[in-house]
């Protein structure tokens, strides 16, 4: 019989994942409001057919984010860091994995939206 392969497991501080939820939740708040703008005929907005490929990237991104956070917390294991003093949720190397990669594609879709003038940031 071969030995099961036990699945790496990693944590992250329970702030930060509330966090990263909040900072998708005001995106996606943003996102909308820009769209609004951008479809309105009397708006002048520069760059409109090069930006739209980006919200809808970074609507997809922040919703998936979202949703991996929240199925991760479904079944959330929760663990005390007495080095750190602070609570702590435990992911699997998947779901981190994933979490990683829609984080930076987020970041580089915002990235592309700067370069073109365009901020998603409150002001």
Do not use: G, R
């Amino acid at each position: 019989m071969t030995e099961k392969q036990k699945t790496p497991l990693f944590t992250l501080p329970q702030q930060y994942v509330v966090e990263i939820v909040h900072d998708c939740d005001e995106q996606i708040m943003i996102i909308e409001d820009l769209l609004k703008d951008i479809v309105k005929e009397d708006v002048v907005f520069c760059n409109k057919k090069a930006i739209v490929p980006y919200i809808a990237q970074l609507i997809w991104i922040n919703h998936s984010i979202i949703k991996n956070i929240n199925s991760e917390l479904n079944s959330a294991v929760f663990h005390f860091n007495e080095d750190s003093q602070e609570d702590e949720v435990i992911f699997t190397e998947h779901s981190l994995k994933d979490l990683q990669a829609f984080m930076l594609a987020k970041w580089y879709a915002t990235l592309e939206l700067k370069n073109l003038s365009c901020t998603l940031e409150l002001h």
